[in-house]
């Protein structure tokens, strides 16, 4: 039973009044950040979000990004005031229905509701704004980009603060409905399923999509421009939704389309291994204006840099390993990154020996030979890289190694029984890389602490390929 409730039923005696009056004077501002080391400002402290409904208008010709989000949240503490991560300029926020005061600092919106709010209690945020998102940054850094036809709201660790005000870290998921309304002759594609456009009065159309399973911010996205857009339906049932820019080569294009509308393939493959795809539906988004592909949840994206060569499976297979490693579990803080990019880049092993392009085992032998042992590359410790090289090669290549080591260790049958009962135990969570190594002992009933700190967290490079040859 909570304080409050305790308090309501009647008794009041001294002790229970002064009670009262000790947490009334408790009531603080929430945290500027929810506690990452990486990054001490991302994410806030003192609420949770369940929901947000983010609904805007882009006209891509002057870069103006205008509308309202509105959020759900809970207190989970008293507060006098809290922050939300967000750099545009806005022109009112409400708590409640109350117009709140507020002020902009270096990517916080910084906000007073006047009134304190108790602990428990229902928070309905509501943020007006209007900007030029690619003019706003923050240490020379801008996450939205303007393309030739339009914009891409898509980055790791984050790009929400450009387009949407939110507690942006990966402990703090929520549904989401995402709209945006562009003129005539644009599409707009986010995440999850479709729920049709609506025609505005001038002459633009609204497109509304919606995610429904607990969605980080970082991986909640937006891409507007000239794109195909298709809408399938996968095997399993569930939407499957393609979208390819049409400002991209043509001869990239379809090199993309062999590769990308094989998602649902390549998502029954990884079932195998991983256990039940954890979302809604699939898709995936083909565009030029990012060098980096990106898993966005339900719908990753591919910079087309990725399909210049011909077709590219193995990416594809990367980014949907990440609906189940970085989307349903999410890292508990940035520095366990190794939780996303080691298994992703794993799964390519797996991947490509399904397809018979070679063994995990001889891709794990191929990877460490690649690095000499005076390489740059083992110096940087995969378990905690370092916020400036948290998507170093070694984060991927090395950390696929670690994943491999485990795997020799154990044998495959605990391997797959560790990877599965994991992604069910912490389905649309957060974790961290001890928690994993705790659960792999536990399932395996071997100690494991040791070959983790050789793999993750020692520099240098190891005597051996796991499970391979020494050397040079
Ligand atoms: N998680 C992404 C991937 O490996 C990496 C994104 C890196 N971010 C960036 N801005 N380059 O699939
Ligand atoms: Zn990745």
Avoid: C
């Avoid at 911010?217 to 298709?230: D, H, N, P, S």
């Amino acid at each position: 039973m909570s304080l409050r409730a305790k308090l309501t039923i009647g008794t009041a005696t001294a002790a229970s009044l002064l009670l009262l009056a000790g947490t009334a004077s408790a009531a603080t501002p929430g945290a500027p950040g929810i506690g990452d080391p990486y990054y001490p400002n991302a994410g806030n402290g003192g609420y949770d979000v369940s929901h947000y409904d983010v609904r805007l208008n882009y006209r891509p010709s002057d870069d103006n990004l205008s509308g309202t989000t509105t959020i759900t949240a809970k207190a989970t503490q008293d507060l006098t005031g809290f922050n939300l991560d967000f750099v545009l300029n806005v022109s009112s926020v409400r708590v409640n229905n109350r117009v709140a005061s507020f002020k902009t600092e270096k990517g916080e919106l910084v906000v007073d509701p006047k009134a304190t709010l108790r602990k428990g209690a229902d928070l309905t945020i509501v943020v007006t704004y209007s900007d030029a998102p690619s003019k706003r940054s923050v240490d020379g850094y801008t996450a939205w980009r303007r393309t030739a036809d339009g914009a891409l709201a898509i980055d790791e660790p984050d790009a929400a603060p450009w387009w949407y005000p939110s507690n942006n870290h990966p402990t703090d998921k929520a549904t989401f409905d995402v709209s945006v309304s562009v003129p005539d002759g644009l599409e707009v594609v986010s995440n999850g399923t479709f729920a049709g456009t609506v025609k505005q009065i001038n002459g633009w159309t609204r497109w509304r999509w919606r995610s429904v399973k607990p969605q980080a911010t970082y991986l909640t996205f937006v891409a507007i421009g000239q794109f195909e857009v298709r809408h399938q339906v996968a095997p399993n049932g569930q939407p499957f939704v393609t979208a390819y820019s049409l400002s991209s080569d043509s001869a990239d294009d379809e090199a993309a389309k062999a590769s990308v509308e094989r998602t649902p393939e390549i998502v029954e493959f990884l079932e195998g291994s991983f256990g039940p795809y954890p979302f809604e539906a699939q898709g995936g988004v083909v565009t030029p204006g990012i060098n980096f592909a990106l898993e966005n949840q339900t719908r990753s994206t591919y910079g087309t840099a990725f399909f210049r060569r011909g077709a590219n499976t193995y990416v594809v297979a990367h980014e949907n390993a990440h609906q189940w490693w970085g989307d349903s579990v999410s890292v508990h803080a940035w520095r366990n990154i190794w939780l996303n990019e080691g298994f992703a880049s794993y799964a390519e092993f797996l991947w490509s020996e399904y397809i018979g392009e070679g063994t995990a085992q001889e891709n794990a032998q191929f990877t460490y030979d690649l690095y000499p042992a005076d390489s740059p590359f083992w110096q940087v410790l995969p378990g905690d890289p370092g916020a400036d090289k948290q998507f170093d090669g070694a984060v991927y290549d090395r950390g696929a190694l670690a994943v491999h080591a485990l795997r020799v260790a154990v044998g495959d049958q605990h391997f797959f029984e560790i990877l599965k009962t994991w992604l069910a135990k912490k389905k649309y969570g957060d974790a961290t890389i001890e928690e994993f190594v705790a659960h792999a002992e536990k399932i395996s009933g071997k100690p494991l602490v040791e070959l983790f700190q050789t793999w993750l967290f020692t520099k240098g490079k190891p005597a051996a390929a796991p499970g391979g040859q020494v050397g040079i």
